[in-house]
């Protein structure tokens, strides 16, 4: 299965879409531990995103992630801009020039986005981030990718990552505001988890429609 820039930038659009649906959904779980901007400020970025790719005419999906990473660098804040903007600035570089791309681009991308974030900001699974989102994610992508199509890869790699969301409730943060209130933090989703799902499950939800 072959991706078009055409379809790439159908998916940041539907993702900008689900964003702006789950808004209430990531306050709420951001005003529980946390300071409860995310999903504010994320649909502020991601807004501003669907506004730019609309508006260019490049075929270069290197390119429109990184003009993607660059407008939430400056438009989301807190620790979310850097960590996804420079996810997506370092995701384009490595996928700069192509026009297309395929399952193995894919994988690409999201590893380059986990590499980023881990020099950002270190964390590891189990530290109630999103983190225990995007790990399991893109290691079960990688494990199964080499024997399955696409979507086959992308479903099965997308349950990990579900899984991995689902089990920041029972964690204690150890990372950010909301590593302050130790045991307290038991019980809630992480929102940078849950909103790292809303951008994977997006992406497949999109790819299955190509």
Same mark, same amino acid.
């Given at each position: 299965?072959?991706?078009?820039?055409?379809?790439?930038?159908?998916?940041?659009?539907?993702?900008?879409?689900?964003?702006?649906?789950?808004?209430?959904?990531?306050?709420?779980?951001?005003?529980?531990?946390?300071?409860?901007?995310?999903?504010?400020?994320?649909?502020?970025?991601?807004?501003?995103?669907?506004?730019?790719?609309?508006?260019?005419?490049?075929?270069?999906?290197?390119?429109? #992630? =990184?003009?993607?990473?660059?407008?939430?660098? %400056? $438009?989301?804040?807190?620790? +979310? /801009?850097p960590l996804y903007g420079g996810g997506f600035i370092k995701a384009g570089t490595a996928?700069?020039?192509?026009?297309?791309?395929?399952?193995?681009?894919?994988?690409?991308?999201?590893?380059?986005?986990?590499?980023?974030?881990?020099?950002?900001?270190?964390?590891?699974?189990?530290?109630?981030? #999103? =983190?225990?989102?995007?790990?399991?994610?893109? %290691? $079960?992508?990688?494990?199964? +990718? /080499?024997?399955?199509?696409?979507?086959?890869?992308?479903?099965?790699?997308?349950?990990?990552?579900?899984?991995?969301?689902?089990?920041?409730?029972?964690?204690?943060?150890?990372?950010?505001?909301?590593?302050?209130?130790?045991?307290?933090?038991?019980?809630?989703?992480?929102?940078?988890?849950?909103?790292?799902?809303?951008?994977?499950?997006?992406?497949?939800?999109?790819?299955?429609?190509?």
């Amino acid at each position: 299965m072959i991706i078009t820039a055409k379809d790439f930038k159908k998916i940041f659009i539907d993702i900008a879409n689900i964003i702006e649906r789950n808004v209430d959904y990531l306050t709420e779980l951001d005003a529980e531990i946390g300071d409860g901007d995310h999903g504010v400020n994320m649909n502020k970025g991601f807004k501003k995103i669907k506004e730019n790719l609309l508006g260019t005419g490049t075929e270069d999906i290197g390119e429109m #992630l =990184i003009i993607s990473g660059k407008v939430l660098l %400056n $438009e989301i804040g807190g620790a +979310m /801009g850097p960590l996804y903007g420079g996810g997506f600035i370092k995701a384009g570089t490595a996928l700069k020039g192509k026009n297309s791309i395929d399952k193995v681009d894919i994988y690409n991308l999201f590893s380059a986005m986990l590499d980023s974030m881990n020099i950002i900001a270190p964390a590891k699974i189990g530290d109630k981030t #999103l =983190i225990d989102t995007l790990e399991p994610f893109i %290691n $079960e992508y990688k494990r199964l +990718m /080499g024997e399955n199509d696409l979507l086959s890869t992308f479903s099965k790699a997308l349950i990990k990552a579900k899984e991995g969301m689902e089990s920041t409730k029972d964690m204690i943060s150890r990372v950010g505001r909301s590593s302050r209130l130790l045991e307290r933090s038991i019980g809630h989703i992480d929102v940078g988890a849950a909103s790292s799902y809303l951008i994977l499950e997006s992406f497949y939800n999109s790819i299955k429609t190509f």
